[in-house]
T-cell receptor, first 113, second 113 residues
Framework: GDSVTQMEGPVTLSEEAFLTINCTYT??????LFWYVQYPGEGLQLLLK?????DKGSNKGFEATYRKETTSFHLEKGSVQVSDSAVYFC????????????FGKGTTLSVSS | AAGVIQSPRHLIKEKRETATLKCYPI?????VYWYQQGPGQDPQFLIS???????DKGSIPDRFSAQQFSDYHSELNMSSLELGDSALYFC????????????FGEGSWLTVV
């Protein structure tokens, strides 16, 4: 079945460092891909998405490009801030109505000043 | 903008008791999903409804049931509660026309003692 694999954390960075969180997927058909972020004690917030190959999702300085040839959707940010400390989940879904999101295990990011 | 509304936000129950969680999706969203997230875990899909019919089923225990009502709100009923049911329960909703983007509520914290 469909699945998502994320790099294991935690990822610890200094403020203004470059961030990459790797995500690869296995899916039949053409899934939509997402990154969700969960701040401590809070719910899941949609960070960015891409619905077809070569699409680039971006939000709040984060970017991810849907790469069908490598089945990847790596999350990047050029300069992280302390406020970016959170758990990041890569996820996919097919485009059929009612089909659930499949999540990766999550990657904890900790940014220090 | 309106978001997914969940109630109650926090709930404490004793073992073998019953709990009911409610979810009000974003207006004009016709699909509702329920997820369970244990401490330090990724969200696990329980069940979803599209146009008030069950559309997908995940790892929902037989002790749990859910339904979507005519006004599209949904309820998750959990009976014979066990200590292991202590978790954060998310409701999410999506419309058909945005690449199946799924938006999450803030979650309901259930503690079973």
């Amino acid at each position: 079945g469909d699945s998502v694999t994320q790099m294991e954390g935690p990822v610890t960075l200094s403020e203004e460092a470059f961030l990459t969180i790797n995500c690869t997927y296995t899916a039949t058909g053409y899934p939509s891909l997402f990154w969700y972020v969960q701040y401590p004690g809070e719910g899941l917030q949609l960070l960015l998405k891409a619905t077809k190959a070569d699409d680039k999702g971006s939000n709040k300085g984060f970017e991810a490009t849907y790469r069908k040839e490598t089945t990847s959707f790596h999350l990047e940010k050029g300069s992280v801030q302390v406020s970016d400390s959170a758990v990041y989940f890569c996820a996919l879904t097919s485009n059929q109505a009612g089909t659930a999101l499949i999540f990766g295990k999550g990657t904890t990011l900790s940014v220090s000043s | 903008a309106a978001g997914v509304i969940q109630s109650p936000r926090h709930l404490i129950k004793e073992k073998r008791e019953t709990a009911t969680l409610k979810c009000y999706p974003i207006p004009r969203h016709d699909t509702v999903y329920w997820y369970q997230q244990g401490p330090g875990q990724d969200p696990q899909f329980l069940i979803s409804f599209y146009e008030k019919m069950q559309s997908d089923k995940g790892s929902i225990p037989d002790r749990f049931s859910a339904q979507q009502f005519s006004d599209y709100h949904s309820e998750l009923n959990m009976s014979s509660l066990e200590l292991g049911d202590s978790a954060l329960y998310f409701c999410a909703s999506s419309p058909l026309d945005t690449g199946n983007t799924i938006y999450f509520g803030e979650g309901s914290w259930l503690t079973v003692v």
